[in-house]
């Protein structure tokens, strides 16, 4: 499918797609959501990519929303429309697990795409930040939800309120990202980490998404009872079987998502 506003490559078992409004710093307009949507819809069914990663440039990840796009818009332009409403699902309902690969600016809906990503490897360079305030209005794909879950209360309200951003070295400290590394070597780091996670069961990467995000929906021990069904219902499967086999055998086990 031919995009403007990303580009998207599919090598081996990994799709990238990388967002490319270089003149906005790859604010997200309703176009690159869009797109964007499409380009992991298309990931999701597309057998032969096994994970996804997100990326932008060394200078900006995302620097937020539109604010072009969005300044004239009325409280019933934005309610009517659900603005984002839609958009902030994708990411989420993406099955195939999706890794966000940070260099520079992931201020406002950056940040907050980058937080709907199962993980975020961070370049050095790399700032995160949640300045809606100090447009008159707060942040509205998950800032002020998952940011408090990710890094707690104190440090939550502290870039909410201030608009301050953090740096990689404080997001790694605080949880937020998994990994920091030299920009250079970002992509590397993320194809890296994407190829290790296309090697595995397709079956057990799609629970292991789902079980991880249940704990941020249910309580400790509903959460613990979904992990250990699931659990149990792997050992239905063939990779399960394969999996363990292999280990007994001192072999590198031949998944095939069955
Ligand atoms: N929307 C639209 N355009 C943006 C943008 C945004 N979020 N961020 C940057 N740009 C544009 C600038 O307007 C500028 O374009 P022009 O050359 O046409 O003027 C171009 O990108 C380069 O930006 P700067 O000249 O500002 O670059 P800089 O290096 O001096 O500063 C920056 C970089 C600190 C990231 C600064 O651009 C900035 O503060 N951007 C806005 C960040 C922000 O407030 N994000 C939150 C948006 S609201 C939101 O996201 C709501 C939500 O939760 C859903």
Redesign the pocket.
Known sequence: MAYETIIVEVEDHVATIKLNRP???N?LNTQLLGELNDALADADRNDKVRCIIITGSAK?FA??????EMADKSFVDMFMSDF?GKEGNAIISTRKPVIAAVAG?A???GC?LAMMCDFIIAAENAKFGQ??I??G?V???G?SQRLTRFVGKSKAMDMNLTGRFMDAEEAERSGLVSRVVPVKSLMEEARGAAEKIAEKSMISAVAVKEAVNRSYETTLSEGLLYERRLFHALFATEDQKEGMAAFLEKRTPQFRDK
């Open positions: 003149d906005a710093l604010a900006a620097a937020g929303a539109d604010i072009k984002f600016y201020l406002g809906g907050e300045p809606e100090n447009l209005v942040a509205g794909i800032g």
